[in-house]
């Protein structure tokens, strides 16, 4: 593509001046951007390592599928739950995934009202990333009910037993928190793809593709009025999306908060949940990212700038996850209650002990090494980085739900917690369906934001004299 | 659909510099039923083509008060009414319990009024406009930008106002039917 020699122009710009390396590459022109997004989708064609890529997530996707079967045909029974483990994988990866989700609307919404310009270029597919993150989650709460064709008796709708959802349980309001979550955030990424659409609709050639693109933007045409509002509308939906979002993980925390369990029942679960999930989101960002912007050769408008960004957010919520760690340690001690203590010590010494080193070595000393700029501005090693973090993050929703819950209060009960394969499968099966739609949505929609690229331009800036009102 | 009614004069512009003035001078001489189209939102756009108020932010806010009165609502009726149930003897209202329902509810509905109120104040879906009848309108999504003064204006009068659009920086004035 003639795009290559820009690519190796802004790496060298990038070695020059680190740190400061532009949101977008100088050079661009309206043309160029609409050319390059759009090419991506409707010019280049399937390469191998696409199909490759993608039947490797669409076979683990359909080993989930498989997993389900069986565990709708034999019952929750198959996995390693039992008293008092009763809570195992599922509510692990729920809580995973739901947290990877966050980054996606911290990224479009906050950043957008915080007038943050370099969001422009990911805030698209990290809120696609937030889309199908949810959707994972979704999975989990659904069939570890036991019985999953029933769980719509979650939603208040009058029925013939004359029964009610009790309204003051926290898992009813993971239900409400969740499923409001995963409506605004879809509503928020198809508002931003209608302009976008527009531009599909109108540079595709394949006619089934005009079609289809074209029905997908409702004829959208770029009228000042319905920009007005569009902008109104978009700017409203960010406004509502940022409390949303601080409040998902702050009722996935009173899951556990509102329980009277040692390791569980504390204050400051909600702004750790929270700082936590930012933390493990901005990793799954960087994940994707760094291949998406060396396959597809987006350097140019996914810079060094951003992934030197979104290191130093990992690195803020990395040290308030941190100080949550503290926190529990200082709980346990300083509450007194001797089952607390015995929690705590069970945690650090007791048969899962390995777990929670794992965690502090992941999730707390490797992710120093962001302090350096070397590190933040070197793709590879900001790539395992984040693998370690979204593992530490794994672990340390694991090491909540298991250590807590496998030392009960009477050691007659005590008991262990093993994760049998198909607590794997559904696991491996989840990555499948996320990593699979993120295959699917690299090549079937814009995602970079084209509109939003264009205002990053400087000839899209009124000159002041005609800005000046009169 | 035989005879071809005219929608209006189009002129086209490469820069938003150009549009704007062009706009603003289109308003001083009167000119009211006219759209301009542009590849990104520009507000000053919309100001000069005399469209200042948008109701998306009165709607928003009705939805939102109306999904918090029913989330809240719906959880006291049920608890007091509907299907009460003693919890440690706990009153049968207990709102604090009821808020993070009442938020989200809140929040769902605001949301949802916003994109819907937006939509249908932009009249879309609407698969067919006349102003895709322009043969380079393609380039609105893209990286050009359209002033439209429609044949409906009270002053629209088509040897006249192609005059004026052609006074303006315009790189192209074309007449578009319906």
Do not use: S
């Given at each position: 593509m003639e795009q290559a020699p820009e690519t190796k122009a802004s790496a060298t710009l990038e070695r020059l001046l680190p740190g400061q390396a532009p949101v977008l590459t100088p050079g661009h022109t309206l043309e160029t951007i609409t050319d390059k997004i759009v090419s991506i989708v409707l010019r280049r064609p399937v390469t191998l390592g696409w199909l490759g890529g993608f039947a490797f997530f669409f076979g683990l996707l359909n080993l989930m599928l498989f997993a389900m079967a069986y565990l709708f045909y034999?019952?929750?029974?198959?996995?390693?739950?039992?008293?008092?483990?009763?809570?195992?994988?599922a509510i692990v990866n729920f809580v995973w995934w739901v947290g990877i989700g966050h980054a996606g609307t911290l990224i479009s919404a906050i950043l957008l009202l915080l007038k943050q310009g370099w969001r422009n270029s990911i805030n698209r597919f990290a809120e696609a990333m937030t889309l199908f993150a949810v959707a994972c989650a979704g999975v989990f709460p659904l069939i570890h009910?036991?019985?999953?064709?029933?769980?719509?008796?979650l939603f208040p709708y009058p029925n013939t037993m004359g029964v009610w959802p009790q309204f003051r349980s926290p898992l009813l309001w993971d239900v409400f928190a969740v499923s409001t979550y995963a409506t605004i955030s879809a509503l928020f990424w198809f508002v931003g793809l209608i302009p976008d659409l527009a531009t599909f609709r109108d540079t595709a050639t394949n006619p089934v593709a005009k079609t289809i693109y074209g029905l997908l933007a409702m004829g959208w045409r770029g009228s000042a009025r319905h920009w007005k509002r569009y902008e109104s509308a978009y700017i409203l939906l960010a406004g509502l999306a940022t409390p949303l979002v601080l409040s998902v993980h702050t009722v996935v925390s009173f899951d556990f908060a509102i329980s009277i369990l040692p390791g569980w029942h504390t204050t400051v679960f909600p702004p750790y949940f929270v700082a936590g999930a930012i933390y493990s989101g901005f990793a799954m960002v960087l994940v994707l990212a760094i291949p998406i912007r060396r396959f597809y050769g987006v350097q140019d408008m996914m810079t060094l700038r951003h992934l030197d960004n979104a290191a130093k957010v990992m690195l803020g919520t990395g040290l308030i996850v941190a100080y949550g760690y503290t926190m529990e340690a200082f709980y346990a001690y300083y509450s007194g209650n001797a089952y607390e203590l015995f929690m705590f010590k069970n945690r650090l010494l007791?048969?899962?002990a390995w777990s929670y080193w794992c965690l502090i070595l992941f999730n707390i000393l490797i992710p120093q090494?962001?302090?350096?700029r070397k590190v933040r501005l070197n793709p590879a090693m900001l790539f395992v980085t984040s693998l370690v973090i979204l593992l530490g993050m794994w672990l340390e929703r694991f090491v909540i739900v298991v250590t807590s819950l496998h030392?009960?209060?009477?050691p007659s009960s005590w008991g262990m917690y093993v994760a049998t394969r198909w607590d794997y499968a559904v696991f491996a099966g989840t990555l499948g369906l996320f990593f699979s739609a993120m295959f699917l949505f690299v090549r079937l929609m814009p995602m970079i934001t084209i509109f939003e690229m264009r205002l990053l331009l400087p000839q899209a800036k009124l000159s002041e004299e005609v800005a000046a009102h009169d | 659909m035989t005879e071809s009614v005219l929608h209006g004069v189009v002129a086209e512009f490469i820069t938003p510099d150009e549009l704007v003035s062009a706009c603003k001078k289109a308003y001083a001489a009167g000119y009211r039923r006219m759209d301009a189209y542009t590849p990104f939102p520009l507000e000053e756009v919309a100001d000069a083509i005399g469209?200042?108020?948008?109701r998306v932010p009165l709607l928003t806010l009705a939805g939102g008060i109306l999904g918090g009165l029913s989330g809240f609502f719906l959880q006291y009726w049920v608890h007091t009414s509907a299907y009460p149930v003693n919890v440690g003897g706990r009153p049968l209202n207990s709102w604090p319990s009821f808020v993070i329902i009442t938020f989200e509810m809140t929040i769902l509905f605001a949301g949802i009024a916003a994109v819907v109120g937006m939509l249908t104040l932009n009249g879309l879906p609407q698969p067919y406009h006349p102003i895709f009848n322009h043969p380079r309108f393609t380039a609105a999504s893209r990286d050009r930008f359209f002033l439209c003064i429609e044949a409906a204006d009270p002053k629209f009068d088509l040897e006249q106002t192609t005059h004026f659009l052609e006074a303006t920086d315009a790189v192209d004035v074309a007449e578009v039917t319906d």
């Open positions: 034999r019952g929750v029974g198959i996995w390693g739950i039992n008293i008092p483990v009763g809570w195992g994988f009910t036991g019985r999953p064709w029933l769980a719509y008796w007791g048969p899962m090494v962001l302090w350096i030392r009960d209060f009477l | 469209f200042e108020k948008t």
